[in-house]
């Protein structure tokens, strides 16, 4: 008692308001703390009366920090153009000791909060879903029995976020004093790496940028499709090395058979462009579609590649008309490494959501989608190979790389399908994204229709 006592009248705190502090706060009363209860003079009902003004100003300040305990808020953090990264709930009733009494003037005290005491906490405990980047390191190449040279690495690189702690905890303190229930909070995406191995001959020797991330959602699929998709990608597509000026070919990575004997699920296949029926390996095209996502937005030349003839919901996320189907022996997607060195690919799923990520030289080339396109929304100018304009059943999106010599090149990607939702257009308004190379890579900007 009596090192609390001592703390808060090193504080500054006058001794009166010491002690009717620790009575407020349950510490003791006035006569174990050492107060008087005798019969009083005149000057000790003075003083008993300041006592009791105290003890009320004392009283506020608990019934504040009473208050403080109710409150939580709920901080969204958002990067690029205001996207929400993750959200964090935080409530003094789960950190009560952000809450201090501070004295203000010889006999008063009141409640707060400490932006510095939740500094602290942000350094030893940051944000869980503001994890930092995590790079990787190749730990050796090898061909396999297709000769696809594959690498093993240390760990799936990801991508991260810093943010200014000084500035997030003030925040937290500023919205839980006045009571706010939802705040946002910018913060700034950090890319990975992945690092060479220094095996001699290897393919990569130097340390390779992250250029593009496609995306996909496979929720709703049956549990054989999600087994042939986790596996398409954690199996067959992850840590594949394209080497420079090399065509990936994506049925060249599934080895040579794709079959219930080689670990592949029964799911539903189209075949003959309407029929759907189970086969083995039915999801592969989960992941082409990812990645062919991925090398659209890493502005690489495309080959080869096709819509499937059904339009599959599966692909709507993400990139809705931005699908590729694979049949082992007849359609394939295929696209040509470009850059100035070899690219490795990794791959992943978190939860149902497909990532695929091109990892390579970065030599600064812009590319821009723009996006999606059709019949009621394209501009009256928007033209395909033929010279015909998008068709009722086709989606399109305009993909424009600008070279760092200046050299521009736009190409229209069509997909095609038996037919397309009728309220498919009027919920996917033409935006235009910029993907990579320039300053703000995940800005999205809405397109006027143009009819």
């Not at 394209?242 to 219930?260: E, I, M, Q």
């Not at 068709?391 to 190409?411: D, L």
């Amino acid at each position: 008692m009596g090192s609390r006592r001592a703390h808060l009248e090193k504080a500054g705190v006058s001794g009166v308001l010491v002690i009717g502090m620790l009575v407020a706060l349950g510490f003791g009363s006035w006569s174990s703390l050492g107060v008087s209860v005798a019969p009083l003079s005149a000057d000790a009902a003075r003083m008993r009366n300041a006592e009791q003004l105290t003890a009320l100003n004392i009283s506020d300040a608990t019934l504040k920090r009473r208050q403080f305990l109710k409150r939580s808020t709920t901080i969204s953090f958002t990067a690029g153009t205001g996207g929400t990264v993750a959200r964090w709930t935080v409530s003094l009733a789960e950190h009560p000791s952000w809450i201090i009494f501070e004295p203000e003037g010889p006999d008063h005290i009141h409640a707060m909060i400490s932006a510095e005491r939740i500094r602290s906490d942000l350094l030893l405990h940051p944000v869980a879903d503001l994890p930092g980047a995590t790079s990787c390191r190749i730990i050796r190449e090898a061909k396999d029995a297709q000769g696809v040279v594959r690498a093993q690495t240390d760990c799936i690189a990801s991508e991260g976020y810093r943010y200014d702690v000084v500035s997030l905890a003030v925040l937290t303190k500023d919205a839980l004093e006045s009571g706010t229930a939802n705040v946002s909070f910018p913060v700034e995406p950090v890319a990975p790496s992945i690092l060479a191995s220094g095996q001699s001959g290897a393919e990569i020797v130097t340390t390779l940028q992250l250029l593009a991330t496609g995306r996909s959602n496979f929720k709703g699929s049956g549990e054989g499709r999600k087994a042939n998709v986790r596996k398409a990608l954690n199996e067959h597509v992850n840590n594949v090395i394209v080497p420079k000026g090399a065509t990936f070919s994506f049925n060249s990575v599934l080895g040579d058979k794709v079959s219930v004997s080689r670990g592949w699920h029964m799911a539903l296949t189209i075949f003959n462009g309407v029929d759907l029926k189970p086969a083995p390996g039915g999801g592969i095209c989960q992941a082409s579609t990812t990645l062919y996502r991925a090398a659209l937005q890493a502005g690489f030349p495309i080959l080869a590649h096709k819509s499937h003839s059904l339009y599959v919901v599966y692909y709507e996320k993400y990139g809705v008309g931005l699908d590729a189907t694979v049949f082992p022996g007849q359609q394939d997607m295929t696209f040509v490494n470009d850059s100035s060195g070899p690219l490795l690919l990794q791959s992943y799923n978190r939860g149902d959501d497909a990532y695929v990520q091109i990892y390579g030289i970065d030599d600064h080339r812009a590319v821009t989608m723009t996006g999606p396109y059709f019949a009621s929304t394209a501009p009256k100018d928007l033209r395909k190979d033929n010279g015909h304009a998008i068709a009722r059943n086709e989606i399109a999106w305009q993909r424009t790389v600008v070279m760092p010599t200046g050299e521009q090149k736009q190409e229209l990607f069509v997909a095609r399908y038996q037919a397309i939702p009728r309220s498919l257009a009027g919920r996917s308004p033409a935006t235009t994204l910029h993907v990579r190379g320039l300053p703000d890579i995940a800005s999205v900007v809405t397109v006027a229709e143009n009819r």
